[in-house]
Nanobody
Framework: QVHLTESGGGPVQAGDSLRLSCIDS????????TGWFRQPPGKEREFVAA????????FYADSVKGRFAISRDNAKRTVELQMDSLKPEDTAVYFC?????????????????????WGQGTQVTVSS
């Protein structure tokens, strides 16, 4: 049973940085894509970033491109999201996600139903 656990959320000021981490436990023997979605207050869940198994293919939402960076460590089964130059509109619950199979395309990366596994979420609050 795959279990995703996020950490690193919290309250920050606009312009600050924050680093989210996620540990994937229970996974055995497969290559998979992983990433992050977020749900702002009163809004739908939205794609943030994703990364393929090899760590080379990365995908970002336009709203975070240039400010956020996703990385992974397959030996540790972790994925991290470095968030710089945070804005109040980045306020959301951030969810770690992973697939049950390799991630091949940006269009797949942006679809919520691509991801078989979701974490419980971690709150990020950015004050102006």
């Amino acid at each position: 049973q795959v279990h995703l656990t996020e950490s690193g959320g919290g309250p920050v000021q606009a312009g600050d940085s924050l680093r989210l981490s996620c540990i994937d436990s229970g996974r055995t023997g497969t290559t998979y894509g992983t990433g992050w979605f977020r749900q702002p207050p009163g809004k739908e869940r939205e794609f943030v970033a994703a990364i393929g198994w090899g760590g080379i293919a990365t995908f970002y939402a336009d709203s975070v491109k240039g400010r956020f960076a996703i990385s992974r460590d397959n030996a540790k089964r972790t994925v991290e999201l470095q968030m710089d130059s945070l804005k109040p509109e980045d306020t959301a619950v951030y969810f770690c996600v992973s697939t049950a199979r390799p991630l091949y395309s940006g269009s797949d990366a942006r679809r919520p139903n691509t991801y078989a596994y979701w974490g419980q979420g971690t709150q990020v609050t950015v004050s102006s």
